[in-house]
């Protein structure tokens, strides 16, 4: 089964820095896209930052310039650099991955994380 292995969220102050980790288990060729979204209490989940495999980046505006996405395709991992951070960055965070597909010739169109929580303090 695919699954995605979140870590790095935590408890910060205003102003500080986490580094979140995502990681796809399994035998993988290759990972179209893999990226971060986020939950707010009460809000709707959205888009972070992804990247695609091929090129481009693509950020949220409240993010841009603070956040920082990358990937280590041989390790199928996605992190994101998180600086600046604000207590509106406060929410569970989400690893996403597009169009995954193994050796065993199985493919598999999205898997989300289990979520990791960033609580950013003022």
């Known amino acids: 089964q695919a699954q995605l292995v979140e870590s790095g969220g935590g408890l910060v102050q205003a102003g500080g820095s986490l580094r979140l980790s995502c990681t796809a288990s399994g035998s993988i060729v290759s990972i179209a896209t893999m990226g971060w979204y986020r939950q707010a209490p009460g809000k709707q989940r959205e888009l972070v930052a992804n990247m695609p495999s091929s090129s481009g980046i693509n950020y949220a505006d409240s993010v841009k310039g603070r956040f920082t996405i990358s990937r280590d395709n041989a390790k199928n991992t996605v992190y994101l650099q998180m600086n600046s951070l604000k207590p509106e960055d406060t929410a569970v965070y989400y690893c996403?991955?597009?169009?995954?597909?193994?050796?065993?010739?199985?493919?598999?169109?999205?898997?989300w994380g289990q979520g990791t929580l960033v609580t950013v303090s003022s």
């Open positions: 996403n991955a597009l169009r995954l597909l193994y050796y065993s010739g199985r493919y598999v169109s999205e898997v």
